[in-house]
């Protein structure tokens, strides 16, 4: 079962404007998320995370929000650049275990 | 480059033949994982050390799959009698005990013939 959903497969944002993707998790064991970012032929970068002791952490330009009542995050991009184009996944893991689970990504792409 | 590297990059073999992986992580981190992805999803967990101890194995980690972290710095994941629902990309990633932020290194990605 996929504990960890994007269902947004792509976006497209004007730049400058905000990029806003979202994810939802199934998994209520789940108290700790993660954004990464994903070039082509490249490993997934981290970008920012947030413990479900809080509903907000913010990192320069990327923001991410949880909403625990209704298992959901979402990561904001405010202003989007063109090189904020690439594949991003949301992930969640309980701190007690290692594991990482992903969601299946949002491709992002930032027009001119 | 202090980043987490994985060698070789690409790895092109015959159904049926063994390969190995190599991957260097984050010199101070103590936790190494193996991760696998398939185009069009998201990496999916195959197994976890902490220093040199095999902690978790994910159900997809067959007979056929195993990794050793000897003396608790680098690790290797080898893949005996390929498959072609092997091909896909590897990936490492270490991290510090807490938090569990992840680095991940580049992939090894694989095709089997």
């Known amino acids: 079962d996929q504990q960890v959903k994007q269902n947004s497969p792509s976006l497209s944002v004007q730049e400058g404007r905000i990029s806003i993707l979202n994810c939802d998790y199934t998994n209520s064991m789940f108290d700790y998320f993660l954004w990464y970012k994903k070039y082509p032929a490249e490993g997934p970068t981290f970008l920012i995370s947030?413990?479900?002791?809080?509903d907000k952490n913010e990192d320069g330009r990327f923001t991410v929000f949880l909403n625990k009542s209704a298992k959901h995050l979402s990561l904001h991009i405010v202003p989007s650049q063109p090189g904020d184009s690439a594949v991003y996944f949301c992930a969640a893991s309980i701190q007690g275990a290692q594991k990482l689970v992903f969601g299946q990504g949002t491709r992002l792409t930032i027009n001119p | 480059d202090t980043g987490v590297s994985q060698d070789p990059r690409h790895k092109i073999t015959k159904r049926g033949q063994n390969v190995t992986f190599r991957c260097d992580p984050i010199?101070?981190?103590?936790?190494l994982y193996w991760y696998r992805q398939t185009l069009g999803q998201g990496p999916e967990f195959l197994t976890y050390?902490?220093?040199?101890?095999?902690?978790?194995k994910s159900r997809l980690l067959s007979d056929r799959f195993s990794a050793e972290r000897p003396k608790g710095s680098f690790s290797t994941l080898e893949i005996q009698r390929t498959e072609q629902g092997d091909s896909a990309m590897y990936l490492c990633?270490?991290?510090?005990?807490?938090?569990?932020?992840?680095?991940f290194g580049p992939g090894t990605r694989l095709t089997v013939l």
């Open positions: 947030i413990s479900s002791i809080k």
């Open positions: 010199s101070e981190h103590n936790r």
């Open positions: 990633a270490s991290s510090l005990s807490l938090p569990n932020e992840q680095f």
């Open positions: 050390f902490q220093n040199e101890a095999q902690l978790e």
